[in-house]
């Protein structure tokens, strides 16, 4: 007789994020048991209310909202909650109050469950994994932020609607922080092998460096531009937080710019922030060194040393 295998992951934070996160993976097939937690539990009822009213049309998951004793044998635990930036809010503010809620979450999970992935999305989220790594005392291969695995896909978009190639023969990654620091790493940017500044000689459609400036500036600002027309980002981010489950439960070896602790690669240290990773069953196998040019090495330091500077502003212990 075969042996059932149990997928299980939790989500915390029943919000936007939280919410489509679920309920993406509820389509995807991916798993077979989802955990809804939300401070707010009629938030979280109610959704996992609206997502059972569909399983005759998906694939058998069991889905419920619990409390913390219900992420015990996760193979996942996500967490996506986590308060908004007020009007007047520093980012550092913010920072300090998000780290606060992140002690209570992980003092909680830690109860129920010490050999779990987590899987971090609440902003910022690079901080954030930090914090989490941290507070968890997990191996830091089990503490996964979701980094710049959006903003690779919203360039990887961005550069295939521009030359008018499938998004998934463009190939190029968003290195750093997940936020106003970010890097758009163009000399390792291809086309089916071809690199970028070739591929630009013969298309010849347009300035390329005014462009290339255009679509990075798109790419940095595009939850700003997406928040300011319909208030939160959610659709593009639950796709990257399933296409990350996917290579951890299906053990893929995906490279994937997910954000983890870097010890020493491109000059940094004790900081999270996103580079090419391996990813698979185990969380982070491998963070990759891949060759950049001085300038992107450049920006990349100094994405990574605007990290630590807030980092050192918060008090963990
Ligand atoms: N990393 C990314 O690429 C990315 C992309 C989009 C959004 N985000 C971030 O995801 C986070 C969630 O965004 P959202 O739009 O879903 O926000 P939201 O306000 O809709 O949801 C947050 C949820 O967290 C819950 N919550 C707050 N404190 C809690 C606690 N202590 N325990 C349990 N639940 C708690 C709230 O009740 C709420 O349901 C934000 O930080 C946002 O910036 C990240």
Same mark, same amino acid.
């Given at each position: 007789?075969?042996?059932?295998?149990?997928?299980?992951?939790?989500?915390?934070?029943?919000?936007?994020?939280?919410?489509?996160t679920a309920y993406t993976l509820m389509i995807s097939g991916l798993v077979s048991e989802i955990v809804l937690i939300d401070i707010n539990t009629e938030k979280a009822e109610g959704e996992v209310m609206d997502m059972n009213h569909?399983?005759?049309?998906?694939?058998?998951?069991?889905?419920?909202?619990g409390s913390y004793s219900d992420c015990a044998g996760s193979d996942i635990i996500i967490i996506t909650a986590g308060a908004n930036q007020k009007k007047g809010e520093t980012r550092i503010d913010l920072v300090k109050r998000n780290t606060e809620i992140f002690r209570g979450i992980v003092g909680e999970v830690i109860k129920y469950s010490t050999d779990s992935i987590l899987l971090v999305v609440t902003n910022p989220?690079?901080?954030?994994?930090?914090?989490?790594?941290?507070?968890?005392g997990f191996p830091k291969n089990k503490v996964i932020g979701s980094g710049t695995v959006?903003?690779?896909?919203?360039?990887?978009y961005l550069i295939g609607?521009?030359?008018?190639?499938?998004?998934?023969?463009?190939?190029?990654?968003?290195?750093?922080?997940? *936020?106003?620091?970010?890097?758009?790493?163009?000399?390792?940017?291809?086309?089916?092998?071809?690199p970028m500044e070739m591929f630009c000689n013969e298309c010849g459609k347009c300035k390329s460096g005014s462009t290339k400036e255009e679509i990075y500036e798109n790419v940095k600002n595009a939850a700003y531009q997406i928040i300011n027309k319909k208030g939160a980002t959610y659709y593009a981010v639950a796709l990257?937080?399933?296409?990350?489950?996917? &290579?951890?439960?299906? @053990?893929?070896?995906?490279?994937?710019?997910?954000?983890?602790l870097l010890e020493g690669q491109y000059g940094l240290s004790d900081v999270c922030l996103s580079v090419p990773t391996l990813v698979n069953k185990d969380g982070i196998d491998k963070v990759l060194t891949v060759p950049? @040019?001085?300038?992107?090495? @450049?920006?990349?330091? &100094?994405? *990574?040393?605007?990290?630590?500077?807030?980092?050192?502003s918060i008090d963990l212990f």
């Open positions: 007789m075969l042996s059932k295998v149990i997928k299980k992951v939790t989500v915390i934070g029943a919000g936007f994020v939280g919410s489509t569909g399983m005759p049309f998906v694939r058998p998951v069991k889905i419920y909202s989220v690079d901080i954030l994994t930090y914090v989490t790594y941290k507070l968890s959006l903003d690779s896909a919203r360039f990887r609607d521009h030359v008018g190639v499938d998004t998934r023969n463009v190939h190029a990654y968003i290195l750093g922080e997940h *936020g106003d620091t970010e890097v758009a790493t163009w000399s390792l940017t291809n086309i089916a092998g071809i990257a937080v399933r296409r990350i489950v996917e &290579a951890i439960v299906r @053990n893929e070896d995906s490279i994937l710019t997910v954000s983890s950049l @040019n001085s300038e992107e090495k @450049n920006k990349l330091l &100094a994405s *990574g040393n605007s990290l630590k500077e807030i980092i050192n």
